[in-house]
């Protein structure tokens, strides 16, 4: 079975740091391009972060630049998202992915199963 399993979401205070992880399984992702979304009840999922297969290229929304970064380990199939001086505004349900390609920053091949963060004013 194919799977994206996420984990290091939780509950934290206004200004604190968090790193989400997303390990592959069932399928080799290792020189893929992946990425990491959001949503908040009643929006539509949002792209947050994307990084090349080599890890050399990344590309944030506006909105995260300067506090979020995504990174990755090859051997471990494995990415992440650092995340510093968290806002309320933050708070959403954090979906890793694995990207068609780094150009191709809509098209997911491969959802995770989301990981809820909240943070706390």
């Known amino acids: 079975q194919v799977q994206l399993v996420e984990s290091g979401g939780g509950l934290v205070r206004a200004g604190g740091s968090l790193r989400l992880s997303c390990a592959a399984s069932g399928r080799d992702f290792s020189s893929a391009a992946k990425a990491w979304f959001r949503q908040v009840p009643g929006k539509e999922r949002e792209f947050v972060a994307a990084?090349?297969?080599?890890?050399?290229?990344?590309f944030y929304a506006d909105s995260v630049k300067g506090r979020f970064s995504i990174s990755r380990d090859n051997a471990k199939d494995t990415h992440y998202l650092q995340i510093e001086d968290l806002k309320p505004e933050d708070t959403a349900v954090y979906y890793c992915?694995?990207?068609?390609?780094?150009?191709?920053?809509?098209?997911?091949?491969?959802w995770g199963q989301g990981t809820q963060v909240t943070v706390s004013a």
């Open positions: 990084i090349s297969s080599s890890g050399r290229n990344t």
């Open positions: 992915a694995v990207l068609r390609s780094y150009a191709q920053r809509d098209i997911v091949v491969q």
